[in-house]
């Protein structure tokens, strides 16, 4: 057992969160550059070029040059084996981040140093901010004409509300980005050439009351501003907590330049020190510790295809407790039946890998077989875990979508249902139509388009579709109640779910507001207060 605890320990799982060209992508793989994963930069995503590229998967992403799903990685660093999850940072596939979210243990934030925060930022930052996770700030490109950096500082306090700690302070800016100054060891990493960052940099460290080399390293102009921002810095900044941090309420900030390899390895050594082993979670009333023998996790994401040769459907899950292993039967609690999670695979860096043993913290992708949703549980043989806290966010956008050749009526139906089980649609039925048509709700527009490529590649159906004007969806809570005969505006429309339950969906809120004032006593709940989507 000492083992195991042991293993659990050194365990780091954390999400990368920016708006798109912050450098998120950059960021990762100099992470995995230091943890020796890959061999040379440049290997994780190839935007524009022809390079493998690990965290896309999907053809439709190779062509608008995006990343459409999460992908999870895993390496070695100084000790600590590691989980990034990566999000995608486009808006459109927000649900599939907010998901993602849900597996870490905390998040690493990445912002464009010329632009502060950007509005994926704020979003996502929300969702950190509700489960109080650990959040560390890395300010990048400050080899290139940024904010002033107590300007960009007091923006995350004020926007967010929390505190911020600098662990390291920039020395200029663009063209005259002359380093870092390291406030816990009172000395700075000074910037000894720009490269490409195919390399390791180590920088030159100097001490700051060695004024006489700090002047030979950055000149003596850039010394005596350091000097007084730091004066400056020391006097009005928050006082140095690793409680805070670890609850979310202190943001310890780095700066530095991903491109550049500037200030990225002191980053990661800080980060993985002061942030938190896997957190418990939470059953019921049962606190779940990590270190609890029994072995337990949830599935956070289903994702299809991601092998096009083997057309397969994986389901991953994030470990909560205990210690996983392969070929033994675990129970799967919402299908109340027992399972083995088969094909359990990590991926590192590039390849996928088998694996055999795997900790609370990891992340596994198993074969799914079209048993698993989104947010469920599995768990030791007469265990009855139930780990709540994967949102479904509330569709805005809807459309109608109706299957044109009646030949392949079984084959739309399956598409439908497999793609809305992953959580990248949701899908809703018109009482009285039948499996032929469907009226589908997505949270970013381009699941529409990701839609209709997944089902003429992987189902061989076209279908025709009718994008509608609605933008609110609400249950309908009175069980007793039939909603054919209420009182509702023309635009309204009653739809089911694949469950049965009855929902609204409106053009507008004065809508909802008629329709609450015509029927008395009609009692509608948001949508994303439930918690089992499909
Ligand atoms: P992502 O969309 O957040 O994953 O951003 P990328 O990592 O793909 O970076 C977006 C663009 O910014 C790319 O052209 C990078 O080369 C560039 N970039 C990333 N980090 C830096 C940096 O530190 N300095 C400069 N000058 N450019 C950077």
């Given at each position: 057992m000492a083992d195991i605890k042991q293993e659990i320990q050194r365990r780091r799982t954390f999400a990368i969160i920016s708006h798109p060209d912050a450098g998120k992508t950059t960021l990762t793989e100099k992470f995995l550059l230091y943890g020796g994963a890959i061999q040379s930069a440049g290997a994780v995503k190839g935007k524009s070029s022809d390079r493998h590229a690990t965290s896309d998967w999907m053809e439709i992403e190779k062509k608008r040059g995006i990343s459409v799903t999460s992908s999870v990685l895993q390496f070695e660093y100084g000790g600590y084996c590691i989980n990034i999850l990566d999000t995608p940072?486009?808006?459109?596939f927000s649900e599939d981040t907010y998901r993602t979210l849900m597996a870490a243990d905390s998040a690493v934030m990445v912002i464009d140093g010329a632009k502060g925060i950007e509005p994926q930022t704020r979003k996502l930052f929300k969702v950190c901010a509700m489960r109080h996770i650990p959040i560390f700030t890395f300010i990048n490109k400050?080899?290139?004409?940024?904010?002033d950096p107590f300007d960009l500082v007091d923006e995350l306090e004020k926007e967010f509300g929390i505190g911020t700690y600098a662990v390291n302070w920039p020395?200029?800016?663009?063209?005259?980005?002359?380093g870092v100054y390291e406030r816990d060891r009172r000395s700075i990493l000074a910037f000894d050439e720009f490269h490409a960052g195919r390399r390791r940099i180590e920088g030159v460290e100097c001490d700051i009351s060695d004024t006489e080399r700090m002047d030979s390293l950055i000149g003596s102009y850039a010394r005596e501003e350091l000097v007084s921002q730091i004066e400056l810095l020391d006097g009005a900044s928050f006082d140095f907590d690793l409680q805070k941090v670890r609850t979310g309420r202190l943001s310890p900030v780095f700066f530095g330049s991903a491109l550049n390899n500037f200030g990225v390895e002191a980053f990661l050594q800080r980060f993985l020190k002061m942030t938190t082993p896997p957190l418990e979670h939470i059953s019921g009333d049962e606190i779940i510790s990590p270190f609890d023998e029994r072995f337990s996790a949830f599935v956070f994401k289903i994702q299809a295809n991601m092998n096009k040769a083997h057309r397969d459907r994986i389901a991953f899950l994030r470990i909560c407790s205990g210690q996983f292993e392969r070929g033994r039967e675990y129970w799967h609690v919402q299908a109340d039946r027992p399972v083995k999670l088969s094909q359990p695979q990590q991926m590192m860096a590039q390849e996928r890998e088998i694996v055999d043993t795997a900790y609370a913290g990891d992340i596994i992708g198993v074969f799914d077989p079209g048993i698993f949703s989104i947010g469920d549980t599995v768990c030791e043989k007469g265990e009855k875990l139930r780990y709540a806290g994967i949102p479904t966010f509330a569709p805005e956008h809807f459309a109608v979508v109706e299957q044109i050749?009646?030949?392949k009526r079984k084959q739309f139906a399956k598409g439908v249902t497999e793609i809305a089980q992953e959580g990248a649609i949701q899908i809703f039925f018109e009482p009285g139509t039948g499996m032929e048509r469907v009226v589908v709700g997505v949270v970013g527009v381009l699941q529409f388009d990701v839609l209709q490529f997944r089902m003429e590649s992987e189902y061989g159906v076209r279908y025709n579709k009718r994008d509608l004007p609605h933008q609110l969806i609400r249950y309908?809570?009175?069980?007793?109640?039939?909603?054919?005969e209420l009182k509702l505006m023309q635009t309204t429309r009653w739809v089911q779910d694949v469950r049965g339950r009855n929902l609204l969906i409106f053009v507008g809120q004065y809508e909802i507001d008629w329709a609450l004032d015509k029927n008395p006593g009609l009692m509608l709940s948001e949508f994303n207060q439930n918690t089992d989507a499909v």
């Open positions: 940072g486009h808006q459109d400050m080899d290139r004409e940024a904010r020395i200029g800016c663009g063209a005259g980005f002359k050749d009646s030949m309908i809570d009175n069980a007793d109640l039939n909603p054919a």
